[in-house]
């Protein structure tokens, strides 16, 4: 039986040290980080994340839209010291822009893994791969690669690669820093030009031997109501996709996703998720999360002028997480994994010997 433990929504109980500090209103700090090495992309997605609109009456940051930001190196590299003396296990580069593409790329990934933190990368890799690059990211823990498409065709009208980047050289990416290490996933964001070809992805990255790939909901203003026309169709599509899923390839439906977008069912009084896995800007600014990411007024605090610890342990971090209501916040996929971290913090967890 494959171990597919990487999946669960219950991974917040192997970091019980952690809830017990927080718990007790210890000095605390995330177990995860993500961060935006530069807002500079090589492509243009039809609906990129990181301009599309999301909550109405909110708006985005300059920098998201002029994509021109970039973490100084200097700055980056001591950003990878001081999170390690804070304790941080895990640090992911992702966008904003596209990170692979970043000036000190080689130099930042080298020191995340000299400090021994796992390391993950999400990536179009539609990106020119050098013997040094390529053997970096064999050494991750994992790579999840941005594909929203079975074909070329598909590829060009979503993507808009704008360096003369294509479809095979994504794949040809793909294969050439798969080894025995790093899990290597897909992530496809279901849309109308591709909720039709599901199938054809999964067996795709069948093909390519890939870990995994997993079908997700566009995060649109429109908070998941597009996809109710066609779900019958995406659910058939998922099924179909699932004849490969195997002790290789684990396919990922990701139906709570889209389920979550038009529920959004924010059951339990205080996110928590954003303390143990924040995300840090291309602007130095720490923000809650991928969702909340370049919107005016979620700047939770920078790193501009402090050191990761000192802004963490800042006044203004502090009182932004008592202030942030998830009543108030757009649909999100760390609902499940917020109601457990609200069980653990919990000082009286009532009836809690009768399992």
Partial sequence: MKNTSWLSANKSVAHLERFSAYAAAKPSYPVHLEVHPTTRCNHRCKRCAA????????KRLKLAYTRDADIPLHRFLRLVDESAECGVKAITLCGGG????YEGIKEVLSGILAKGMDLGVITNLNVELDDELRELLSRAVFVRVSLDAADPDTYRKLHRPVDGGDFQRVLGNIQSIRNGHVDIGINYLVQMENYRHIE???QLAAE???TYIRFTPAHTIH?????LPIWDEIVSQFTAARRYDSDELTVLGAANRFRNMVENNKDYPRCIYHEFHPILGADLNLYPCCVLNYFQGYEMASLKRRS????????RRH???????PKYCPPCWFDEQNRLMNYLVLQEKRHANFL
């Fill in 208 to 210: 390519l031997r890939a």
């Fill in 200 to 202: 054809r992805a999964a």
């Fill in 51 to 58: 301009v599309i609109p999301k909550i109405p009456g909110k």
């Fill in 223 to 227: 908070a998941g109501r597009e996809y």
């Fill in 98 to 101: 596209e990170p692979l593409i």
């Fill in 319 to 325: 009182r932004f997480s008592l202030k942030l209501d």
């Fill in 308 to 315: 990761f610890k000192e802004a963490w342990d800042s006044v």
